[in-house]
C-alpha cells in the first residue's frame, strides 16, 4: 500500500496556511502567505505526480460498495 503520509501533511500544512492568509492583514503579510500557498499547492501537484496519483479522478463507487470495498 501506498504511504501518504507525506501528502496528508502537505495538505494539512496548506490548509493551516490559507487560514492564515485569510486572517492575515498586513500587505507583506498577504504577499508572503500568498506565495507560501501557491508553493504548497505545487509541492501537492509534484507529489501527485510522484505517487502516480491523478487528483481529478472521481470515485465512481457508491456508499454501498465502497463499504464493502473496504471492509474487504
Same mark, same amino acid.
Given at each position: 500500500?501506498?504511504?501518504?503520509?507525506?501528502?496528508? %501533511? &502537505?495538505?494539512?500544512?496548506?490548509?493551516?496556511?490559507?487560514? !492564515?492568509?485569510?486572517? =492575515?492583514?498586513?500587505?507583506?503579510?498577504? %504577499? &508572503?502567505?500568498?506565495?507560501?500557498?501557491?508553493?504548497?499547492? !505545487?509541492?501537492?501537484? =509534484?507529489?501527485?505526480?510522484?505517487?502516480?496519483?491523478?487528483?481529478?479522478?472521481?470515485?465512481?463507487?457508491?456508499?454501498?460498495?465502497?463499504?464493502?470495498?473496504?471492509?474487504?
Amino acid at each position: 500500500m501506498t504511504d501518504l503520509s507525506h501528502l496528508d %501533511a &502537505l495538505q494539512l500544512n496548506l490548509s493551516h496556511e490559507r487560514a !492564515r492568509l485569510a486572517q =492575515a492583514t498586513r500587505p507583506q503579510d498577504i %504577499a &508572503l502567505r500568498t506565495v507560501w500557498v501557491a508553493q504548497y499547492e !505545487r509541492e501537492i501537484a =509534484a507529489e501527485y505526480a510522484f505517487l502516480g496519483i491523478d487528483p481529478n479522478v472521481d470515485c465512481d463507487l457508491s456508499d454501498d460498495e465502497l463499504l464493502s470495498e473496504l471492509s474487504a
